[in-house]
């Protein structure tokens, strides 16, 4: 049991560590401290990289720059009118649903195929594979293309409500359906929280469902009391990071629309606005505020998340 | 250390990720490094279009580039989209390209921000030949910021092989109303059983609802730079299509998925409708893409309505960045595309009938049977006098995707076509006079 809980840190430090006896070593807790920053080092690196686009972005979102002349301080001209354009109330809309609808599903899918592969399927690694796929490709621009086909007038989704004798809608290019037929695709990339609800799932002891079936617990008794519990912090962890990706989405409205967020702003997404502000409409500097304002929400949802966590979420170190 | 088992997961470690991706968000552009310079002179041209077109377009500046020692021409192509969204970031990063292709609807977006050059300041450039109703559409505050790469207009095409098969005859095009053009559309949807529907051309393209307010005494974009078009003759625009679809005249809601594609993907094409509206310097491409027996007709209320609709439009226009390095060599690229015959010879009518009239005059004889139907129609329609257009005012492509994002809301009866057009107009005065 103790071998679980501190394997994986253990094995972080042994490699940081670097050979022993050369000098005094700190204290575990310092050598752990410094294969920490060591593995955060990526990181470190990469945000040298966004740092100044970062900063620039906080500059910019208080003038008008329009991308070709010298950018004239506005002060809060641009959230002014942010507060008054209805493309951005309807590019809010559009994320909003996107993400509350979609997130909570495609988390329940993964968890509820993550517990079956848990199970010990043979061939667990094909399955694990199959299923992960979605989530590389789902971003991709070739599977919305894909995606537009499937669900097109002619597309397969049609043909085979055709059988039926049912005329199936179009998906893609009527305003009531298109943002659907997205969050469907959405959720079919479950597999990035189906392998991290897996490695969760993994590292449950099996003695607990032992004790419990001995005590005579039923199977959603264990699941409820036991698995969900000690997985709850990794549900809270792909549940922040759906959130953020999904307040993030783009390319799925950018490919569907053809750019436009059509049919009808439907599937205006918030960073598409945010995209056509600023490249099509030249107008970076309400691009840059709008930006702000992404960052703002997500640090919200991110926050009560956060606060809520605390009633649900389940640590045991 | 406590004896129970945990997941090796910690606060600490979903904070860092989460400030890490939303940090993602807020990533921007990077800027571009001027070119070195120094030798010969190098050229950096951009166009969009298909990989036909830049056959013709290479094929051309080859010549140019023998006429020209010393100075070599870089090209880029790709489809208008992404064109677009490129030379955006291209002018931003300050590392604009020569010479290159500009829509009318953008033109006033960049030359009202200074990025392009006044092209009469060139004297590598000569416009003697050029029309001054040519010229007036890339001009405003008397500097010419853009040159028509040559002129077009719209057109309807027929699939005749639909028409004669379902015993439908195609009125006559010189004097049809859009009362005609709606009866005949109708007909074709009834006598093809509903296999092919008699319209389909797209609601959403601006160059329809431009030539209506034009039929209608109005202009769409005034001489000023504003909006003219009133908001009756916009409803009038849809509440045309609405009631064309009630009739069978025209698909239902949701039928066209990627109208306004190329000629191949055109629904035409796939023989699924039997009319469309399109730039008649494509005729040729549509009507090989849809079996060779294609008409192409003047569109309807020419005659019947106040006055004629139709002006010789620039397909596109070429500009000159204003941070060109190299303005004289870009000058004479531009002036060898608009006034060489040799080139001309290579580039056809492919952005359109060359604006100086000797050079259009000089390749009719290289031209295919279906190009000559586009040229000859340009020439017939200028005979009579037109009514004048003007150069796109700045906010033309906000104007244009409102028109396509209302034209869905009317199709799907989001909204009435009196509310669209109501919307069409604030939205649309709002772009253009911020």
Sequence with gaps: MSVLTKQAPGAAATIAAGPPGRRKQGSPRRRNQRSGYLFLLPWFLGMLFTIVPFFASLYLAFTDYNLFTEPNFVGLANFQAMAEDPRLGQSLKVTFIYTFVSVPISLAVALLIALVLNRGLQGLAIYRSVYYLPSLLGGSVAIVMLWRYIFGNEGIINGFLGLFGIAGPAWVTDPNFSLSTLIVLNVWTFGSPMVIFLAGLRQVPTMYYEAASIDGASRWRQFRSITIPLISPIIFFNLIMQLIGSFQTFTQGYVMSGGTGGPADSTLFYNLYLYQKGFTEFEMGYASAMAWLLLMIIAIFTAINFIASKFWVFYDN | ?434
């Design chain 2, 1 to 434: 250390m406590k004896k129970t088992a945990t997941t090796g997961f910690s606060r600490r470690i979903f904070l860092g990720a989460a400030v890490t991706a939303a940090g993602f968000a807020l990533s921007g552009c990077g800027g571009g490094n001027p070119p070195a310079a120094g030798g010969p002179v190098e050229l950096n041209f951009v166009y969009w279009g298909d990989s036909n077109r830049a056959k013709m377009t290479d094929a051309a500046i080859r010549i140019f580039e023998e006429k020209n020692p010393g100075i070599t021409v870089k090209s880029e192509y790709q489809d208008s989209g992404p064109y677009a969204d490129k030379l955006a970031t291209r002018f931003a990063g300050g590392n604009p390209p020569d010479v290159l292709a500009m829509a009318n609807r953008s033109l006033l977006e960049y030359a009202q921000r200074g990025t392009l050059a006044d092209l009469k300041t060139l004297p590598e450039l000569n416009l003697d030949k050029v029309p001054d109703t040519v010229l007036s559409r890339g001009e405003v505050d008397g500097k010419l910021y853009g040159l028509a790469t040559g002129v077009t207009t719209i057109g309807m095409v027929v699939n005749k092989a639909i028409t004669d098969q379902a015993g439908v005859a195609i009125p006559d095009d010189k004097t049809w109303s859009w009362d005609d053009y709606a009866k005949f559309a109708t007909e074709v949807t009834q006598k093809t059983g509903g296999k092919v529907y008699g319209a389909g051309y797209d609601v959403s393209t601006e160059t329809g609802p431009i030539l209506l307010a034009r039929q209608r005494g109005e202009d769409f974009y005034t001489e000023d730079n504003k909006l003219g078009v009133s908001e009756d003759t916009i409803r009038e625009w849809f509440q045309y299509s609405v009631d064309l679809r009630n009739a069978g005249g025209y698909p239902p809601a949701g039928f066209f998925e990627q109208i306004g594609g190329s000629a191949a993907q055109s629904y035409l094409a796939k023989g699924t409708v039997a009319s469309q509206i399109i730039p008649i310097n494509n005729f040729k491409a549509y009507n090989e893409a849809a079996g060779g027996n294609v008409v192409l007709l003047r569109m309807p209320g020419e005659t019947t309505e106040k006055r004629r609709g139709y002006s010789a439009d620039p397909t596109m226009l070429w500009s000159i960045a204003a941070k060109s390095k190299h303005p004289k060599e870009a000058a004479k690229l531009l002036d060898f595309l608009t006034n060489d015959s040799d080139g001309a010879a290579e580039t056809l009518t492919q952005r359109g009938v060359p604006i100086n009239p000797d050079v259009a005059e000089s390749i009719t004889a290289k031209l295919s049977p279906g190009d000559t139907a586009f040229v000859n129609m340009m020439a017939a329609i200028q005979e009579d006098e037109l009514p004048p257009a003007y150069v796109y005012p700045k906010g033309a492509s906000v104007v244009a995707d409102t028109l396509k994002q209302l034209a869905t809301e009317v199709e799907f009866g989001r909204v009435t076509p009196a509310d669209a057009a109501k919307t069409f107009i604030e939205k649309s005065n709002a772009a253009i006079n911020k």
